[in-house]
T-cell receptor, first 113, second 113 residues
Framework: AQTVTQSQPEMSVQEAETVTLSCTYD???????LFWYKQPPSRQMILVIR??????QNATENRFSVNFQKAAKSFSLKISDSQLGDAAMYFCAYVNRDDKIIFGKGTRLHILP | KAGVTQTPRYLIKTRGQQVTLSCSPI?????VSWYQQTPGQGLQFLFEYFSETQRNKGNFPGRFSGRQFSNSRSEMNVSTLELGDSALYLCASRLQVLDNEQFFGPGTRLTVL
């Protein structure tokens, strides 16, 4: 069975600095999708960024980028120029070939003014 | 377009009761998924409905059931409530299955006393 591990339950970063959230996963599949979701204190979860496993190029969305290391089964999220609105719970998620999604336990990110 | 809506937002029940939660997807979205979020277990997939048929199911007991109506609205039912069912229940919709972007609702906070 696939698993997703986020080893940092909480992190803090100074406003305008860069922070990296870690995610590792375990799978025997070669074709899958990876996601980072953000859940702000209001609780509505939104998609931050996605990565197709067959693509070698790391996905980027404005200040958010990933470091996808397929062989190492690692999928970290980098947030550049952190803003107060980035404070949230971040979930890493894996979608397998049966289209089932598995979430990590989440990392709570605090932004220090 | 209106987002995913869930009703009620908060619910308090006692052990042994049953509860029904409702989810209205984004207009035009045909797939609705349900998730349970708890501090201990994180986010866990319950089931997904597409065109009124259950398409995928997570590892939850039979007390958890759902259905989808012809207008894509979905309901989730939990019978014989247990204290451990206290959680935030999230609903997410997407346009089609295998469409990777899911849109989440605000959730229903269920407390079982």
């Amino acid at each position: 069975a696939q698993t997703v591990t986020q080893s940092q339950p909480e992190m803090s970063v100074q406003e305008a600095e860069t922070v990296t959230l870690s995610c590792t996963y375990d799978t025997s599949e070669s074709d899958y999708y990876l996601f980072w979701y953000k859940q702000p204190p209001s609780r509505q979860m939104i998609l931050v960024i996605r990565q197709e496993a067959y693509k070698q190029q790391n996905a980027t969305e404005n200040r958010f980028s990933v470091n996808f290391q397929k062989a190492a089964k690692s999928f970290s999220l980098k947030i550049s120029d952190s803003q107060l609105g980035d404070a949230a719970m971040y979930f890493c998620a894996y979608v397998n070939r049966d289209d089932k999604i598995i979430f990590g336990k989440g990392t709570r990110l605090h932004i220090l003014p | 377009k209106a987002g995913v809506t869930q009703t009620p937002r908060y619910l308090i029940k006692t052990r042994g009761q049953q509860v029904t939660l409702s989810c209205s997807p984004i207009s035009g979205h045909r797939s609705v998924s349900w998730y349970q979020q708890t501090p201990g277990q994180g986010l866990q997939f319950l089931f997904e409905y597409f065109s009124e048929t259950q398409r995928n199911k997570g590892n939850f007991p039979g007390r958890f059931s759902g259905r989808q109506f012809s207008n894509s609205r979905s309901e989730m039912n939990v019978s014989t409530l247990e204290l451990g069912d206290s959680a935030l229940y999230l609903c997410a919709s997407r346009l089609q299955v295998l469409d990777n972007e899911q849109f989440f609702g605000p959730g229903t906070r269920l407390t079982v006393l």
